[in-house]
T-cell receptor, first 111, second 114 residues
Framework: EAAVTQSPRSKVAVTGGKVTLSCHQT?????MYWYRQDTGHGLRLIHY???????EKGDIPDGYKASRPSQENFSLILELASLSQTAVYFC??????????FGPGTRLTVL | KTQVEQSPQSLVVRQGENCVLQ??????????LRWFKQDTGKGLVSLTV?????DKTSNGRYSATLDKDAKHSTLHITATLLDDTATYIC?????????????FGAGTQLIVIP
């Protein structure tokens, strides 16, 4: 079974501060994704990566950066956190057969 | 524009009753459709995947159908349990996307009461 872990599981940040969300997968998946979930909306793609040291923009990349230092690790970085970035963030990784496995999520609250 | 619409938004049923959740989508070209269960504060857990033009699957008390011509799927939950209380999310994979792009519905919140 694919294992995707995220840290921290929850975080409170101040407006204008820097936030880093981490994701780790242990199944040699090439593709990794970051999504955000807002109440009443489906998950939306922020950034993704298909190889280490390379990241791509998703549908809503503004205000976010991503980093893929290794195949196993994928980080989401908020350089200047804003109130509108309060959400639950999910990381996922993908097999060659397109099934995505999701992490447990990180609840971010920006005050 | 939202490409995956789920209905109802929320649903309350009594334990032991059956329920049906609906998913309509406009994703083109569509590949497979997957139903996920999301417990409050948790991640997404896959329940079933539908692949064929007209497909049916069964996973215990969960069964699902897909009609790609109608771009419509249903998830049936039989004899609901209190533990079925969760949000159920319909996700459609875009066959035209090499990155495996997924389109997510907003979910149906199911509440099972005693």
């Amino acid at each position: 079974e694919a294992a995707v872990t995220q840290s921290p599981r929850s975080k409170v940040a101040v407006t204008g501060g820097k936030v880093t969300l981490s994701c780790h997968q242990t199944n040699n998946h090439d593709y990794m994704y970051w999504y955000r979930q807002d109440t009443g909306h489906g998950l939306r793609l922020i950034h993704y990566s298909y190889v280490a040291d390379s990241t791509e923009k998703g549908d809503i990349p503004d205000g976010y950066k991503a980093s893929r230092p290794s195949q196993e690790n994928f980080s989401l970085i908020l350089e200047l956190a804003s109130l509108s970035q309060t959400a639950v963030y999910f990381c996922a990784s993908r097999t060659d057969y397109a099934e995505q496995f999701f992490g447990p999520g990180t609840r971010l609250t920006v005050l | 524009k939202t490409q995956v619409e789920q209905s109802p938004q929320s649903l309350v049923v009594r334990q032991g009753e059956n329920c049906v959740l609906q998913c309509n989508y406009s994703v083109t070209p569509d590949n497979h459709l997957r139903w996920f269960k999301q417990d409050t504060g948790k991640g997404l857990v896959s329940l079933t995947v539908l692949v064929d033009q007209k497909d049916k699957t069964s996973n215990g008390r969960y069964s699902a159908t897909l009609d790609k011509d109608a771009k419509h799927s249903t998830l049936h939950i039989t004899a609901t349990l209190l533990d079925d209380t969760a949000t159920y999310i319909c996700v459609v994979a875009d066959r035209g996307s090499a990155l495996g792009r997924l389109h997510f519905g907003a979910g149906t919140q199911l509440i099972v009461i005693p």
